[in-house]
C-alpha cells in the first residue's frame, strides 16, 4: 500500500501575526509524508523571518519544506506557483491564518489510499472570530447546489494532482472566487468524497469576506460562463446573496 504524499499549499503576505500558529498546526500532526510550500508576496513585515526560523525545524522531522519570496498578482498566481512546486499527489491550500486540527493529515491520507479515483476531497470546517465560533461549513458537494452556491470551505479540502492535469491550473483572472471557478470546470462530473468531520479552522477577515461585492460578482461570472447557468437565474442569485449578506449583518450588529 503507497502512502500518498500530501502537497500543502500556503501564500503569505504580511502574515506576522497568524502564520506561526498556522506552521505549528502541521508540525503537530501525527502524519509526516507531506511537504509544505511557502509563497509569499514580498513581505515587508516579519514573515520571512518566520518563513526562515522554520527551515531547520522541518529539516529536522525531515518533512520537505520549500519557499519562495517574491511579488505576485494575487492569491491565485501564488498558488499556481505553489502547484509548479508541488510533487505530491493530493494537494491542499492552507490560509496562513488558518490551522488544520489534530490528526487530520493522516485521516486525509487514509481517505486518499481508499479513494484514488476521487477528484476533491471535502470537509467540515468552522469559521472563527475572536476564537469564538462564528459559522460552520459542513455541506456535502451536489452539482445542483454548487452551480448555484459555493457552500464548500477550500481550506479544509484536499485536491487529487490530476484534476489540474486534466481541467488546469486557477484563472488568475480571478482574484476571489477563482477556487469556486477553478471546481465548478468539471461541472456534474466532478468526483467528490465528504469527510464528515471538523477539520480545520478559519478566521473570519478573508479576502473576500473585505471585498464582498467584487466576490458576488466573480462568482456571478463562474456560474454563467463556467458553469452554464443563465444569465437571468446567475444575476438573481447575484442579488439575493448580497440580500442575505447584508441581512445577516444587521442581524448581527442587533444581535451584540
Known sequence: MNIPLLSIITATFNSELTLEETIESLLNQNYTNFEYILIDGKSNDKT??????????????????????????GIYNAWNKGLKLASGSWISFLGSDDIYLEGVLKKYANLAIR?????????????????????????????????????????????NK??????????????????????????????TLFFDEFTALMKDGGISNKNVIKAFKEVRKARIYVAAINKRTAFLDFYISIIKYYLSRVKKMISQ
Open 48 to 73: 520571512l523571518q518566520i518563513i526562515k526560523k522554520y527551515e531547520s525545524i522541518f529539516s529536522q522531522k525531515k518533512i520537505p519544506y520549500y519557499w519562495i519570496s517574491e511579488n505576485d498578482t
Open 115 to 159: 479513494n484514488r479515483d476521487i477528484d476533491f476531497i471535502h470537509s467540515k470546517v468552522k469559521l472563527m472570530k475572536d476564537n469564538k465560533e462564528i459559522f460552520v461549513v459542513s455541506d456535502r458537494w451536489k452539482w445542483n447546489d454548487f452551480k448555484r452556491q459555493m457552500k464548500i470551505a477550500h481550506v479544509g479540502s484536499f485536491h
Open 162 to 191: 490530476n484534476y489540474f492535469s486534466k481541467y488546469g491550473i486557477f484563472n488568475e483572472n480571478y482574484k476571489i472566487a477563482g477556487d469556486y471557478e477553478m471546481l465548478l470546470r468539471a461541472k456534474h462530473n466532478l468526483k
